[in-house]
């Protein structure tokens, strides 16, 4: 295995735990009442982090089939 398919192995799984955070991220800033800020605010802060949360799930769903699911016949 070479440290190119392992680099890329470590970025798709980091990939994935970042969607995690996106999702969480938008959950909480939607839910808290930690910061003083109207509720029409919070729905515009977090719903490109939704969006973009959803996209990056697709993103990452194809970097770990690419990844990790790969017939590998393109090995060099």
Known sequence: MNSSKMYDKVF???GT???FFYF???IFVLTTKIFN???AM???L???LFIYAIYRV???YEKIRDVF???GDSDE
């Open 12 to 14: 798709a799984i980091f």
């Open 17 to 19: 735990v970042m969607v």
């Open 24 to 26: 969480g991220l938008a």
């Open 37 to 39: 800020i109207d509720k």
């Open 42 to 44: 919070r729905i515009i």
């Open 46 to 48: 977090s719903v490109p």
């Open 58 to 60: 697709f993103v990452s």
């Open 69 to 71: 699911f790969s017939s």
